[in-house]
Nanobody
């Protein structure tokens, strides 16, 4: 399984970005997917997750109402639409795949595979 995250960049406060995570593997439609982020000097933290069907989504309180996670199983891709960006959203964003049907999608250790990360920088 390989995950390729893209779409990061530099944006001003209040701006928007859409991150994409393209996955290899025929079983993508059966995986739950998540986004995490890590700012310099901080632990990697949960941002959002989506169930295999897309029917359930989960968000960290800090991004609720501003970020939206979605997936296109035909394209083996999960997205993170980010709006209302703040300087505190600055981090490297990672996508992750959970392939065993486990719950607790807000925990790092739930996930089996990780992408390489994409930098998001929000200027004030």
């Amino acid at each position: 399984v390989q995950l390729q995250a893209s779409g990061g960049g530099l944006v001003q406060t209040g701006g928007s970005l859409r991150l994409s995570c393209a996955a290899s593997g025929r079983a993508f439609s059966r995986w739950s997917m998540g986004w995490f982020r890590q700012a310099p000097g901080k632990e990697r933290e949960f941002v959002a997750a989506i169930s295999w069907s897309g029917g359930s989504t989960y968000y960290a309180d800090s991004v609720k109402g501003r970020f939206n996670i979605s997936r296109d199983n035909a394209k083996n891709t999960v997205y993170l639409q980010m709006s209302g960006l703040k300087p505190e959203d600055t981090a490297v964003y990672y996508c992750a795949a959970e392939i065993g049907g486990r719950h607790n999608l807000n925990y790092r250790r739930t996930y089996n595979y990780w992408g390489q990360g994409t930098q998001v920088t929000v200027s004030s």
